[in-house]
């Protein structure tokens, strides 16, 4: 009894991690990214050879990692105006919409 109880905590303890963190792996190890939406996509990216095509196809990641601070996972996919780009990207997720 004590088994299954304990797998059932484990399991709640997991599908939460999934539902509200990103793990991703870079140069510089393993990361623990918060998702800006709670849900079941890209719960583990390696991130390591990641192109500008790569980041452009994850934009919720890129924001992810914008909001949390770890900017040295972009360094992999060096490219003039990137973080630029993405730090726009994530400006344009959290402006208050006007008021109509």
């Given at each position: 009894?004590?088994?299954?109880?304990?797998?059932m905590?484990l399991?709640?303890l997991?599908?939460?991690?999934a539902m509200?963190y990103?793990?991703?792996r870079?140069?510089e190890?393993?990361f623990?990214?918060?998702?800006l939406q709670?849900d079941?996509s890209?719960?583990?990216t390696d991130?390591r050879?990641?192109?500008l095509?790569?980041?452009r196809g994850n934009p919720t990641?890129a924001?992810?990692?914008?909001?949390?601070?770890?900017?040295?996972?972009?360094q992999?996919?060096t490219?003039?105006?990137?973080?630029?780009?993405?730090?726009h990207?994530?400006?344009?997720?959290?402006?208050?919409?006007p008021v109509?």
């Amino acid at each position: 009894m004590t088994r299954l109880i304990f797998g059932m905590v484990l399991g709640g303890l997991l599908v939460y991690g999934a539902m509200n963190y990103h793990v991703v792996r870079g140069r510089e190890g393993v990361f623990l990214v918060p998702k800006l939406q709670s849900d079941l996509s890209a719960i583990y990216t390696d991130v390591r050879d990641f192109t500008l095509q790569d980041w452009r196809g994850n934009p919720t990641l890129a924001a992810a990692i914008m909001q949390s601070n770890r900017t040295q996972l972009f360094q992999d996919a060096t490219h003039g105006g990137f973080v630029e780009t993405v730090d726009h990207t994530v400006e344009r997720l959290f402006r208050p919409s006007p008021v109509r």
